[in-house]
C-alpha cells in the first residue's frame, strides 16, 4: 500500500513535471548551441590575421584543448548526479563536500597541466602529425591558453554542481558571459594591442578566469555556503565512492573516445572528399545532440533528486516524461533529415563533390535521431542516480559491437559500413541502459 506523501506525489500534474524538465532543460540548449558560435568567431578572427597558417593552427589548437579536457568531463557529470542526490535529501553539507572535492580535483590537476605543458603540447602535436609553421603557431596557441586550465576544469565541477542544484540557468549565464569576454578580449588583442594567434589564446584565458569568478560569486552569495572541514573532505568512504563514481565515468569516457577517434581516422583513409562527407553528417549528429544534451541534462538533475528524496512516483514520472520529450525530438529530427538533409548539407559546403557524395548517406542521418535519443537519455537519468557502472558496461559492449560489425562490414560496405557500425553503436547504448533500468522498478531501490 502507498503512503500518503506517495498518494500525493501520485497527483504530481503533467504540467508539473514537464515544467521542472524544461525548466532544466532549456537553458542547458541555449548553453549547447551558444557554444559554437566561439569557435566561428574564433576561426573568422584568425582568417583575418594575413594567414592560412593561423587559421589551421586555430583549428589544431582548439582540438588539442578539446582532446585535453574530453578526459575530464567526469568533473561535470560525476558533480551532478551527486550533488542532485543530496538536494533531493535536503542535505546541503553533502552538496558542498560534493563541489570541495571537484574543485580540488580540478584545480590540481590544472595545475599539473601548467607545469608539464610543453611535454604536453609536445605529446599531442605528435599524435596529430603537425608539422611545419602550422606545428608551431600552434604550440604558442597552447603555451598561453593551457594556463586557464584550472579555471576551465573548476568551471566543468561548477556546471554539474548547478544542474544537481536543479539550477541551469546559471550555467547558462556563465557560458555566454564566457563567451561574450572570449570574443571581446580577442578582438580587442587583435586591433588594438596588434597581436595575432597569441590574441586568441589571452582571449580564452581571460574569459575563462571571468567564467570561474562569475560561477564562484553567484555560488557564494546565491547559495551561502561554508567552507567544509578537511576531515570531511577528505573522509575515506565518501572519497572512494567518488572517485568509484569518476572513474567509471573517465572509463567510459575513453570508450568513446576511442569510437570517435576510429570513426574520424577511417574517414580520413578514404580520402578528402568521404572525409568531409563523415564530417558534414556528424554535423548533423551535433545539432542533434545539443537538444538531447538538454533534456539529458534535466535527466540528471530530476532524477538525482528524486533518488535522494526516496520519491519513487516523481522518479518515474520524471523518466515518463523524458522519454516522451525524446521521442518528440527525435520524430522532429528525422523528418527534417529526411526532408531537408540535402538542404542542410548545402548550407555546409559549396563544395560540388562533397554535396553529391553526401546525398547517398543522408538516410544515416535520418536514422540517428531514433537510434540515438534513448542512449541520451537514459545517460542522463544513469548519471543523476550515479549508477557509473552500468553506463560504463552499456559504452564498452557498444564499442566492441562498432569495432566488430566495422570489421565484418567495411570490407564490403565500405563507408557505409563505417555508418552502419556506428547506428548500431548508439542502439546498443539504448538498449542495454534500457535493460539495466529495470532495478528502477524495484521499490527498495528508493528506500533509505
Known amino acids: 500500500m502507498l503512503r500518503k506523501a506517495d498518494k500525493a506525489n501520485a497527483k504530481i500534474s503533467r504540467k508539473a513535471v514537464c515544467g521542472a524538465i524544461l525548466s532544466l532543460s532549456v537553458p542547458a540548449i541555449v548553453t549547447n548551441v551558444t557554444v559554437p558560435v566561439l569557435g566561428i568567431t574564433d576561426v573568422a578572427i584568425a582568417g583575418h590575421l594575413g594567414s592560412t597558417v593561423f587559421i589551421a593552427a586555430i583549428a589544431i589548437g582548439t582540438n588539442m584543448f578539446n582532446m585535453l579536457y574530453w578526459m575530464f568531463n567526469f568533473l561535470r557529470m560525476g558533480s551532478s548526479g551527486l550533488t542532485a542526490q543530496a538536494f533531493g535529501a535536503g542535505d546541503k553539507t553533502a552538496s558542498t563536500l560534493v563541489l570541495s572535492r571537484a574543485l580540488i580535483i580540478a584545480v590540481a590537476s590544472g595545475a599539473l ?3 608539464f605543458r610543453y611535454p604536453l603540447c609536445d605529446m599531442i602535436l605528435a599524435s596529430m602529425d603537425v608539422t611545419g609553421e602550422t606545428r608551431t603557431v600552434a604550440q604558442t596557441y597552447f603555451l598561453i591558453r593551457i594556463w586557464a586550465a584550472p579555471a576551465t576544469l573548476s568551471i566543468f565541477a561548477f556546471t554539474g554542481w548547478y544542474v544537481g542544484m536543479q539550477n541551469s540557468r546559471i550555467t547558462m549565464w556563465v557560458s555566454l558571459l564566457i563567451n561574450v569576454l572570449n570574443i571581446a578580449g580577442s578582438l580587442a588583442l587583435v586591433f588594438f594591442a596588434g597581436m595575432n594567434i597569441d590574441a586568441l589564446a589571452y582571449g580564452t584565458v581571460m ?8 560561477a564562484m560569486t553567484v555560488c557564494i552569495k546565491k547559495y551561502k555556503l561554508n567552507i567544509p572541514n578537511i576531515s570531511d573532505v577528505f573522509k575515506w568512504s565518501e572519497l572512494k565512492r ?3 563514481i569518476n572513474i567509471d565515468i573517465f572509463l567510459r569516457t575513453l570508450c568513446l573516445v576511442a569510437v570517435t577517434l576510429w570513426f574520424t581516422r577511417i574517414g580520413a583513409t578514404q580520402g578528402d572528399t568521404m572525409l568531409a562527407v563523415n564530417a558534414l553528417i556528424m554535423q548533423l549528429f551535433t545539432v542533434f545532440s545539443f537538444f ?7 535527466g540528471e538533475g530530476l532524477s538525482g533528486k528524486y533518488k535522494g528524496a526516496g520519491d519513487m512516483i516523481c522518479f518515474h514520472q520524471t523518466v515518463k516524461y523524458l522519454l516522451l520529450f525524446g521521442v518528440a525530438i527525435s520524430l522532429i529530427f528525422t523528418v527534417l533529415y529526411a526532408f531537408c538533409g540535402e538542404l542542410f548539407l548545402g548550407f555546409l559546403t559549396d563544395d560540388i563533390s562533397v554535396a553529391i557524395a553526401s546525398r547517398d548517406y543522408i538516410y544515416w542521418a535520418a536514422t540517428i535521431p531514433f537510434a540515438g535519443f534513448l542512449a541520451f537519455t537514459w545517460d542522463g537519468i544513469f548519471i543523476g542516480t550515479t549508477e557509473t557502472r552500468s553506463m560504463l558496461v552499456s559504452m564498452a559492449g557498444a564499442m566492441v559491437v562498432f569495432f566488430g560489425v566495422f570489421y565484418l562490414s ?3 560496405l565500405g563507408n557505409h559500413g563505417l555508418w552502419l557500425a556506428f547506428i548500431l553503436y548508439l542502439i546498443v ?3 542495454t541502459l534500457w535493460i539495466f533500468s529495470r532495478r528502477f522498478n524495484r521499490a527498495s531501490y528508493f528506500s533509505h
Open 410 to 412: 567495411f570490407g564490403t
Open 429 to 431: 547504448r539504448s538498449v
Open 292 to 298: 538531447m544534451d538538454g533534456f539529458a541534462f534535466a
Open 207 to 214: 574569459a575563462q578566469w571571468g567564467g570561474l569568478i562569475a
Open 113 to 115: 597541466m601548467i607545469l
Open 242 to 244: 567518488f572517485f568509484s
